[in-house]
């Protein structure tokens, strides 16, 4: 049987791909904690600079797979368990790792793949893409992070209407709330996303973990607690190699090489 996640190394670019086109890369318990142990091994693994989370085939993520509810229902808490504690152990992974993570998303991008989708720093869409928080269609509310990023992103009202109506959303209309950085044609998804994690993988990595970091916990910060959480991390990126190269390389006029540390 393949393995449900697969991880490929193009120098200090890391791609973890799901690896089950047959089912749309719908996640059960397996791939889920593989998708986690992934996101573990990158995250203790410092020459990866950027990530690309995707999926073979025709779909990036159609959500849990819901066929192993079915197949004992009074089972299905105990296995919905265990898919969600490793995917959430993913996620916080996604959220807190020390380099950017670029979304490729085509086909379906459904349930748990919304969720994973909005988890990382950066999500190009292909034009066939189409979004569906598709959780109430089974009864179930959403798990796997969208109901604390999804509101950020688009605001309450919108996020409700996604959540509760589970009503497809276009790549288009996705680029327009902002659930994604940009759309592209299909045929150009793999270069453009490859493109995007190769110039990531390039900059200030510490930089952009500060960034990551920053962002992240500005929504539990007031202004104050924000300003000196900046002036803090302002002062440790003196202290790197990358700020001395941009630095430089800003006084001399030439582009920096920076080397992430």
Known sequence: MPDPVVVERQGAVAS??????????????TGAEALHQAFVAIDRDPDVRAVILGGHGRAFMAGGDVRRFAADPARAGEVADRVITAAHAAIRLIVGLHCPVVARLQGAVAGA?????????????????????????????????????????????????????????????????????????????????????????NGPTRAFAAVKRLMRDSHGRDLDAQLDAERTAFLDATATEDFREGVAAFVEKRAAAFRGV
Do not use: K, Q, W
């Open 16 to 29: 973890v791909l799901l690896n089950r086109p047959e089912v749309l890369n719908a996640i059960d318990e």
């Open 113 to 201: 793949g919304v969720s994973f989708a909005l988890a990382c720093d950066f999500a190009l869409a292909a034009e066939d893409a189409r979004f569906t928080l598709a959780f109430t269609r089974i009864g179930a509310p959403p798990d796997t992070s969208s109901t604390f990023f999804l509101p950020r992103l688009i605001g309450r009202r919108r996020a409700i209407e996604m959540a509760m109506l589970a009503d497809p959303v276009t790549a288009a209309e996705a680029v327009a709330l902002g659930l994604v950085n940009r759309v592209v044609p299909t045929d150009r998804l793999d270069a453009e996303v490859h493109a995007l994690a190769e110039r990531l993988a």
